[in-house]
Protein backbone atom coordinates (compact mmCIF):
# COMPACT_ATOMS: atom_id res chain seq x y z
CA UNK A 1 0.00 0.00 0.00
CA UNK A 2 1.69 3.28 1.25
CA UNK A 3 1.88 6.90 -0.67
CA UNK A 4 4.25 8.61 -2.70
CA UNK A 5 4.52 11.92 -2.99
CA UNK A 6 6.33 14.22 -5.57
CA UNK A 7 6.81 17.43 -4.32
CA UNK A 8 8.58 20.45 -6.28
CA UNK A 9 10.81 22.59 -4.54
CA UNK A 10 9.16 25.71 -2.87
CA UNK A 11 5.80 23.43 -2.04
CA UNK A 12 4.57 22.66 1.65
CA UNK A 13 2.07 21.51 3.07
CA UNK A 14 0.19 22.23 6.54
CA UNK A 15 0.84 20.41 9.45
CA UNK A 16 -2.65 18.88 9.40
CA UNK A 17 -2.39 17.33 6.00
CA UNK A 18 0.92 15.97 7.02
CA UNK A 19 -0.33 14.58 10.05
CA UNK A 20 -3.26 13.51 8.29
CA UNK A 21 -0.66 11.53 5.41
CA UNK A 22 1.24 10.12 8.58
CA UNK A 23 -1.78 8.78 9.87
CA UNK A 24 -2.75 6.85 7.20
CA UNK A 25 0.87 5.39 7.02
CA UNK A 26 2.74 5.01 10.04
CA UNK A 27 5.19 1.58 9.53
CA UNK A 28 8.21 3.79 8.34
CA UNK A 29 8.99 6.78 5.98
CA UNK A 30 11.70 8.18 3.64
CA UNK A 31 12.70 10.77 2.13
CA UNK A 32 15.26 11.91 -1.40
CA UNK A 33 16.57 15.39 -2.09
CA UNK A 34 19.52 15.84 -4.52
CA UNK A 35 21.36 19.35 -5.27
CA UNK A 36 22.32 18.28 -8.58
CA UNK A 37 25.55 15.84 -7.79
CA UNK A 38 24.69 14.34 -4.67
CA UNK A 39 21.62 12.87 -3.00
CA UNK A 40 20.53 13.20 0.20
CA UNK A 41 18.43 9.71 2.00
CA UNK A 42 15.92 10.24 5.10
CA UNK A 43 14.89 7.26 6.49
CA UNK A 44 13.15 6.42 9.71
CA UNK A 45 11.91 3.00 10.24
CA UNK A 46 10.09 3.87 14.06
CA UNK A 47 8.75 7.52 13.37
CA UNK A 48 6.65 9.81 15.41
CA UNK A 49 4.62 12.22 13.44
CA UNK A 50 6.23 15.47 15.09
CA UNK A 51 9.82 13.97 13.32
CA UNK A 52 8.10 13.27 9.83
CA UNK A 53 7.01 16.98 10.52
CA UNK A 54 10.11 18.40 11.10
CA UNK A 55 12.24 16.53 8.71
CA UNK A 56 9.53 17.80 5.75
CA UNK A 57 9.70 21.38 7.21
CA UNK A 58 13.51 20.86 6.79
CA UNK A 59 13.23 20.29 3.05
CA UNK A 60 10.56 22.58 1.85
CA UNK A 61 12.64 24.09 -0.84
CA UNK A 62 14.10 21.43 -2.36
CA UNK A 63 12.11 19.09 -5.17
CA UNK A 64 11.26 15.19 -3.28
CA UNK A 65 10.00 12.29 -3.61
CA UNK A 66 8.53 11.29 -0.11
CA UNK A 67 7.24 7.43 0.95
CA UNK A 68 5.15 6.98 3.57
CA UNK A 69 4.67 3.33 4.37
CA UNK A 70 1.59 0.97 5.41
CA UNK A 71 3.34 -2.32 5.72
CA UNK A 72 1.89 -5.20 3.62
CA UNK A 73 5.40 -7.63 3.48
CA UNK A 74 8.04 -8.05 5.17
CA UNK A 75 9.31 -6.37 8.48
CA UNK A 76 9.04 -3.31 9.88
CA UNK A 77 12.82 -1.74 10.02
CA UNK A 78 15.02 -0.04 8.15
CA UNK A 79 16.11 -2.98 5.85
CA UNK A 80 12.52 -2.22 4.66
CA UNK A 81 11.78 1.68 4.86
CA UNK A 82 11.84 3.15 1.70
CA UNK A 83 13.67 4.33 -0.14
CA UNK A 84 15.69 1.46 -1.96
CA UNK A 85 19.14 1.72 -3.37
CA UNK A 86 19.17 -0.19 -6.95
CA UNK A 87 22.82 1.81 -7.94
CA UNK A 88 25.93 2.95 -6.69
CA UNK A 89 27.85 5.33 -8.39
CA UNK A 90 31.32 4.07 -7.86
CA UNK A 91 29.80 0.98 -9.80
CA UNK A 92 27.66 2.35 -12.09
CA UNK A 93 28.46 5.75 -12.29
CA UNK A 94 25.11 6.96 -10.88
CA UNK A 95 23.56 6.40 -7.52
CA UNK A 96 19.78 5.46 -7.95
CA UNK A 97 16.68 5.07 -5.48
CA UNK A 98 13.32 4.20 -5.78
CA UNK A 99 10.08 3.85 -3.46
CA UNK A 100 6.92 1.68 -4.99
CA UNK A 101 3.22 2.11 -3.98
CA UNK A 102 1.34 -0.97 -4.62
CA UNK A 103 1.70 -4.82 -4.00
CA UNK A 104 3.90 -6.38 -6.66
CA UNK A 105 2.10 -10.22 -6.61
CA UNK A 106 4.79 -10.96 -9.61
CA UNK A 107 7.48 -10.57 -6.82
CA UNK A 108 9.30 -13.53 -5.06
CA UNK A 109 8.55 -13.98 -1.39
CA UNK A 110 11.68 -16.40 -0.40
CA UNK A 111 12.89 -14.46 2.32
CA UNK A 112 9.64 -13.42 4.47
CA UNK A 113 11.80 -10.66 6.34
CA UNK A 114 11.89 -8.54 3.19
CA UNK A 115 9.04 -6.79 1.72
CA UNK A 116 7.60 -7.40 -2.09
CA UNK A 117 9.59 -3.90 -3.00
CA UNK A 118 12.86 -5.57 -1.90
CA UNK A 119 12.32 -9.07 -3.67
CA UNK A 120 11.72 -6.83 -7.62
CA UNK A 121 14.31 -5.02 -6.88
CA UNK A 122 16.61 -7.67 -6.49
CA UNK A 123 15.28 -9.91 -9.35
CA UNK A 124 14.08 -7.85 -11.73
CA UNK A 125 15.11 -3.96 -11.38
CA UNK A 126 18.61 -4.36 -10.42
CA UNK A 127 20.17 -7.00 -12.72
CA UNK A 128 19.29 -5.00 -15.42
CA UNK A 129 19.72 -1.02 -14.58
CA UNK A 130 23.42 -2.50 -13.25
CA UNK A 131 24.18 -3.37 -17.14
CA UNK A 132 22.78 -0.58 -18.53
CA UNK A 133 21.63 2.51 -16.09
CA UNK A 134 20.59 4.68 -19.14
CA UNK A 135 17.41 2.26 -20.44
CA UNK A 136 15.45 3.91 -17.25
CA UNK A 137 15.62 7.16 -19.41
CA UNK A 138 14.02 5.26 -22.12
CA UNK A 139 9.76 5.61 -23.03
CA UNK A 140 9.97 2.26 -24.02
CA UNK A 141 11.41 0.63 -21.10
CA UNK A 142 9.51 2.63 -18.70
CA UNK A 143 6.57 1.46 -20.32
CA UNK A 144 7.44 -2.24 -20.04
CA UNK A 145 7.85 -1.93 -16.54
CA UNK A 146 4.34 -0.28 -16.09
CA UNK A 147 3.07 -3.14 -17.96
CA UNK A 148 4.83 -5.41 -15.91
CA UNK A 149 3.91 -4.19 -12.36
CA UNK A 150 0.75 -3.71 -13.37
CA UNK A 151 -1.16 -1.37 -10.30
CA UNK A 152 1.68 -0.21 -9.27
CA UNK A 153 3.47 2.76 -9.12
CA UNK A 154 7.41 3.07 -8.86
CA UNK A 155 8.97 6.43 -8.31
CA UNK A 156 12.77 7.07 -8.85
CA UNK A 157 15.51 9.58 -8.77
CA UNK A 158 19.11 9.78 -9.23
CA UNK A 159 22.14 11.82 -7.89
CA UNK A 160 21.44 14.47 -10.61
CA UNK A 161 18.21 15.18 -8.94
CA UNK A 162 16.70 13.44 -12.30
CA UNK A 163 12.80 11.74 -11.28
CA UNK A 164 11.51 9.08 -13.23
CA UNK A 165 7.49 7.91 -12.48
CA UNK A 166 6.41 4.67 -13.88
CA UNK A 167 2.40 4.83 -14.36
CA UNK A 168 2.31 8.24 -13.24
CA UNK A 169 -1.53 8.41 -14.36
CA UNK A 170 -2.26 6.25 -11.97
CA UNK A 171 -1.75 9.42 -9.38
CA UNK A 172 -3.39 12.28 -8.73
CA UNK A 173 -2.40 16.09 -8.41
CA UNK A 174 -2.85 18.04 -4.93
CA UNK A 175 -0.85 21.08 -3.56
CA UNK A 176 0.83 21.08 -6.93
CA UNK A 177 2.48 17.72 -6.35
CA UNK A 178 1.60 14.49 -7.39
CA UNK A 179 0.46 11.73 -5.36
CA UNK A 180 0.69 7.58 -5.73
CA UNK A 181 -3.10 7.13 -5.03
CA UNK A 182 -6.06 8.37 -3.10
CA UNK A 183 -6.73 5.31 -0.48
CA UNK A 184 -3.76 6.49 1.97
CA UNK A 185 -5.16 9.89 2.45
CA UNK A 186 -7.86 11.76 3.28
CA UNK A 187 -8.64 12.49 -0.24
CA UNK A 188 -11.72 14.80 -1.41
CA UNK A 189 -12.17 14.91 2.56
CA UNK A 190 -11.09 17.17 5.35
CA UNK A 191 -7.78 15.96 6.68
CA UNK A 192 -7.64 14.06 9.90
CA UNK A 193 -10.80 12.73 9.71
CA UNK A 194 -9.78 8.94 9.70
CA UNK A 195 -8.32 8.41 13.62
CA UNK A 196 -4.72 7.55 13.44
CA UNK A 197 -3.45 4.10 12.50
CA UNK A 198 -6.65 3.49 10.61
CA UNK A 199 -6.66 0.63 8.72
CA UNK A 200 -9.29 -0.34 5.92
CA UNK A 201 -11.61 -2.35 7.14
CA UNK A 202 -12.78 -4.46 4.42
CA UNK A 203 -9.96 -7.38 4.72
CA UNK A 204 -9.10 -9.71 1.30
CA UNK A 205 -6.51 -12.65 1.36
CA UNK A 206 -3.37 -12.26 -1.20
CA UNK A 207 -3.24 -15.65 -3.45
CA UNK A 208 0.43 -15.43 -3.47
CA UNK A 209 1.04 -14.48 -0.08
CA UNK A 210 -1.15 -16.21 1.94
CA UNK A 211 -1.81 -13.01 4.02
CA UNK A 212 -4.62 -10.67 4.42
CA UNK A 213 -4.05 -6.88 3.83
CA UNK A 214 -7.08 -4.39 3.85
CA UNK A 215 -7.84 -2.01 1.35
CA UNK A 216 -10.63 0.58 0.48
CA UNK A 217 -14.47 -0.66 0.03
CA UNK A 218 -14.05 0.81 -3.42
CA UNK A 219 -10.92 0.26 -6.05
CA UNK A 220 -10.09 1.71 -9.48
CA UNK A 221 -7.87 -0.47 -11.21
CA UNK A 222 -5.94 2.29 -13.84
CA UNK A 223 -3.91 1.31 -16.77
CA UNK A 224 -1.88 3.65 -19.07
CA UNK A 225 -1.83 3.85 -22.71
CA UNK A 226 1.47 4.95 -23.49
CA UNK A 227 1.77 6.58 -26.97
CA UNK A 228 5.57 6.71 -27.64
CA UNK A 229 7.32 7.91 -30.74
CA UNK A 230 8.84 5.60 -32.83
CA UNK A 231 12.33 6.38 -32.18
CA UNK A 232 12.06 5.41 -28.56
CA UNK A 233 11.14 1.68 -29.51
CA UNK A 234 13.33 1.54 -31.97
CA UNK A 235 16.16 2.57 -29.76
CA UNK A 236 15.57 -0.43 -26.97
CA UNK A 237 15.30 -2.44 -29.94
CA UNK A 238 18.72 -1.38 -31.25
CA UNK A 239 19.94 -1.99 -27.63
CA UNK A 240 18.50 -5.26 -27.12
CA UNK A 241 20.63 -6.65 -30.34
CA UNK A 242 23.65 -5.13 -29.31
CA UNK A 243 23.34 -6.34 -25.49
CA UNK A 244 22.32 -9.85 -25.60
CA UNK A 245 22.29 -11.03 -22.08
CA UNK A 246 20.87 -7.63 -20.33
CA UNK A 247 18.09 -8.44 -23.31
CA UNK A 248 17.55 -12.07 -22.46
CA UNK A 249 17.15 -10.58 -18.56
CA UNK A 250 14.94 -8.40 -19.28
CA UNK A 251 12.83 -10.22 -22.09
CA UNK A 252 12.69 -13.34 -19.22
CA UNK A 253 11.55 -11.26 -16.57
CA UNK A 254 8.98 -9.16 -18.09
CA UNK A 255 7.66 -12.47 -20.56
CA UNK A 256 8.06 -10.81 -24.01
CA UNK A 257 9.88 -11.25 -27.11
CA UNK A 258 11.67 -9.02 -29.35
CA UNK A 259 8.95 -9.34 -31.82
CA UNK A 260 6.85 -7.79 -29.41
CA UNK A 261 8.62 -4.78 -29.51
CA UNK A 262 9.04 -4.93 -33.34
CA UNK A 263 4.89 -4.90 -33.67
CA UNK A 264 4.94 -2.02 -30.72
CA UNK A 265 2.04 -3.98 -28.93
CA UNK A 266 2.72 -5.61 -25.14
CA UNK A 267 -0.67 -7.08 -24.78
CA UNK A 268 -2.77 -4.14 -23.63
CA UNK A 269 -0.54 -1.27 -24.26
CA UNK A 270 0.37 -0.11 -27.63
CA UNK A 271 3.05 1.55 -28.96
CA UNK A 272 2.11 3.48 -31.47
CA UNK A 273 4.75 4.82 -33.95
CA UNK A 274 5.56 7.91 -36.22
Not at 62 to 81: P, Q, S, V, Y
Not at 138 to 144: C, G
Not at 150 to 170: S, Y
Not at 257 to 269: G, N, R
Request: aromatic residues 12%.
Amino acid sequence: MCLIINKPAGVSFSDTWLQDFFGYNQDGYGILVSDGAKIAVFKNATPKVEEFIEDMNTIKDNEALIHLRMRTHGDIDKANTHPYKILSKEKSGVDLWVMHNGILSNAASDRKEMSDTWHYIRDTLQPILEECPSLLQNQAFQALIGEHIGNNRLAFMDNLGRITIINEKQGVQFNKCWLSNTYAWSHNKQPGKEPPGHRWPDAYEDEDYGEVYYRPKTKTETKNTYELERTEVEELEDFCFNNYDVAAKMFLEFGVTLADLEDFELTTYKYIGA
